[in-house]
């Protein structure tokens, strides 16, 4: 099987494969051997391994980062990066080092070829880790009971930020903090957050306040993922019922919707400079929505529950030259499953269709005694 060297998006699913979508051929290719799969290896976190994204590294549920050479379209190597407790809730790379969190709150920086690894505890019950794209050694961290946090891994000790939460409520209650997703907001100090409360959260470090600046709400069901759009004035959230909204990041205002998703928002990624983004989650589509119109580009069917995304940052989809390579040819979930099941034969359907033979075989004969007796007419 021949397959590009590159593609659009990429997915992670839970039952441990990573497929590829080529959106201008309208092909998603699967690229891991199914029948070495277990339930060890759902992928929980992508991310580029670096700028030119040759590489995508896949966190596994297992605590194994598996590289996976893009060009080679195939896996290169296998890291192992287990410590605390529970799945990896974010990924990243700095200078040729994996960044790891787990849930228990356990930040590690891996390096390759020492046993130098900075651990960071930023608390427990984490939701989410995400590494800045502009200042790769920040990164923010946030989760259930765990509110927001800024490191800078060069200097680890203490976070650079820390949020406050809100004041009581009209019953003079404490507020719950619950923090799903951040995202750094491009030529800007700012954070925003969502929440499992249908908030929506934005932060400015740089001013003396602690507190959101600005807060926002989305619906009454649990917000799971978020991305900033292009131009850094809009931000793209999704809840756990499919819903996803664009809400302007100035005013706090619901500018428009995207439908079409059936399940819970796994995760969302906008293309940093194309008026595009592009979502997947538990209905097992990866779609893609036009910021500008509204409409729905793309919607690929994939077979399983989908955890995370990434999309390619290239801007030229139709101009790009694709380069066909062999790879194996891997059967995908579904196929696996047929190919050891046996051929039952329905008996009684058989003998029907024998049934209708015989039948057939009558009615020919009938049709000849027929002709003949007109022949014989005709004769006389």
């Not at 494969?17 to 277990?38: C, F, H, M, P, R």
């Not at 009581?168 to 619950?178: F, G, Q």
């Not at 809840?239 to 005013?251: A, E, I, P, Q, T």
């Not at 580009?297 to 290239?314: A, G, I, M, Q």
């Amino acid at each position: 099987m021949a397959a590009p060297a590159w593609n659009h998006v990429w997915v992670g699913t839970e039952t441990g494969i990573l497929k590829g979508i080529n959106l201008v051929k309208k092909q998603a290719t699967n690229y891991t051997e199914v029948s070495s799969l277990d339930r060890g290896q759902e992928v929980n976190v992508m991310c580029f391994g670096d700028p030119q994204e040759s590489e995508v590294l896949v966190g596994c549920s297992n605590g194994t980062v598996k590289v996976f050479n893009t060009e080679k379209s195939k896996f290169t190597e296998i890291h192992e990066c287990r410590g605390g407790e529970g799945v990896f809730q974010g990924l990243g790379t700095l200078d040729n080092a994996i960044i790891t969190c787990v849930e228990s709150g356990l930040l590690k920086v891996w390096r390759e070829g020492t046993s130098d690894i900075l651990e960071v505890h930023v608390g427990a019950g984490v939701e989410k880790m995400r590494q800045c794209d502009v200042h790769r050694n920040k990164v923010g961290t946030g989760g259930k009971e765990n509110d927001l946090k800024i490191w800078d891994l060069q200097r680890a000790e203490e976070p650079i930020f820390r949020a406050k939460n809100l004041r009581n409520d009209w019953l003079d209650l404490r507020v719950p903090v619950w923090i799903r997703d951040i995202d750094f907001i491009p030529d800007s100090d700012k954070i925003v957050t969502c929440t499992s409360y249908h908030q929506i959260r934005v932060y400015d470090p740089s001013s003396p306040k602690r507190r959101p600046v600005l807060e926002a709400l989305f619906g009454d069901d649990p917000l799971t993922a978020l991305s900033i759009t292009p131009d850094g004035r809009s931000v793209v959230v999704g809840n756990s019922h499919g819903n996803m909204g664009v809400f302007d990041l100035r005013k706090g205002q619901l500018l428009c919707s995207l439908k079409g998703s059936a399940g819970s928002v796994r995760s969302i990624q906008c293309h940093k400079s194309m008026p595009v983004v592009a979502s997947c989650g538990l209905d097992r589509f990866m779609r893609l929505h036009s910021l500008t119109d509204k409409k729905l580009l793309h919607k690929v069917y994939l077979k399983s529950r989908l955890n995370c995304l990434l999309l390619t940052s290239h801007d030229k989809w139709e101009e790009e030259e694709v380069t066909l390579v062999p790879t194996q040819d891997v059967k995908d979930e579904d196929d696996e499953v047929w190919d050891i099941m046996e051929t039952v034969v329905d008996k009684t359907t058989s003998k029907q269709q024998g049934g209708k033979k015989r039948e057939n075989v009558s009615e020919d004969r009938v049709i000849a005694s027929s002709s003949k007796i007109k022949k014989k007419k005709k004769a006389v």
